[in-house]
């Protein structure tokens, strides 16, 4: 018996309905360092605390690595969960979960029990862009560049890099690092996830054994079939999921602001009908993207576990649809900025960062309107 397939045979995974009761559990917390976490624009001790005791980084992976391996349509519900009682801890716990995911499928043995054996839930932060270069040496690797947008990466201890031989023939490998044998830099001054700390990551030289490298071109070694989709698709359900969070929680907080909040002489918010009339528009159309989304995703779920095809044109399909509804769910609380007024943009509002957070979630490059472009060049090419 195998190390991955022993730790397997103990391991039992939380259902999807204890995870989000655990999050629903510790919201004051979580909430509690929202604020702090965009005034030093990164996770503060206490919510990396809350993340670990939750197992943020595991709800993703294998069962044979210690994850609790949620499909597509779970990882959205897990997230939205998330997102809603603290969005630094959603994105910067989907980019850790996404990076524990391909390492816990792809990793040889060996290197599941270097990087899972001495931490059931490691913090890995992860970027998906091969900017940087690798040269092949005995034993391993040795790693050189930059990689930017590392979500996480100061308080992660370990970085799934993807990076380019640096050969006449070059390949690409992932290979994950100690974050303390790098040097993590750089200032986050953004308008949106202000609270990710989504910095750089040098490496120079720094030496990686074959262990815990991965071949992107090879399928999984474990896990199943939903293992060995392409990046667009296997981060569908945790992009979606933060945005639809944050929109929620938008709009749960703008109720609230609006039965107090009087403009001058006009009475309550909540009074006037055109707010009314916005505010029921916008909850249904929030809820029509998350179903569509939840289907969409069910429907790769199934297709992965029961052996189905997933083509180029399902893929187009889904990743159309990511953009969507990303747009649908971000549009629907754009209409209601406006009517929340000057007390909306303080700090001490968290309707200023759910809808800040929620704009940003729009411009990770999964959420892209180009695919919405492809989509429809696939639509017109259908048949001929």
Known sequence: ?????SRASSHVARPIEQLVSEIAELHSQFDAT???????????????????????PMIKAPLEAGGDRLLLANQCRYFTALSYSNATAAWTGFNHAGAAAAAGSRLSDEGIELLF???????????????????????????????????????????????????????VTLAVIRTVEAN???????????????VSITAKDVFVPTALTVDPMEPPKRGG??????YPVFVAGENLGFTFG???RFIDELVVYARGKSRGFDGRLADRGAFQ????RSSQQLKAAQAHALATLAEVDEAMENGGGFSARDEA??????AYCTESAVSAISRLMSFAGAGALFNTSPLQRCFRDAQGSAQHLVATNQSLDKYGAVLLTDGQ
């Open 117 to 171: 054996g001495s931490d059931p839930s490691p913090f890995l932060a992860a970027v998906a862009a091969p900017s940087g270069t690798f040269t092949k040496v005995d034993g391993g690797v040795l790693m050189n560049g930059t990689w930017n947008y590392a979500s996480g990466v100061r308080h992660a201890d370990w970085a799934m890099l993807t990076a380019i031989e640096a050969s006449d023939q070059p390949s």
């Open 1 to 5: 018996m195998t190390m991955t397939s």
């Open 317 to 322: 399909g889904v990743t159309a649809m990511t």
């Open 225 to 230: 079939a939903i293992f060995g989709l392409n």
């Open 277 to 280: 009339y916005e505010l029921g």
């Open 246 to 248: 944050a929109c929620t």
């Open 184 to 198: 993590v830099h750089g200032e986050w001054n953004v308008m949106a996830l202000k609270g990710t700390g989504s």
């Open 34 to 56: 929202a604020a702090e976490s965009e005034e030093i624009g990164d996770a503060p001790p206490a919510l990396v605390d809350l993340m670990r005791q939750i197992r943020v």
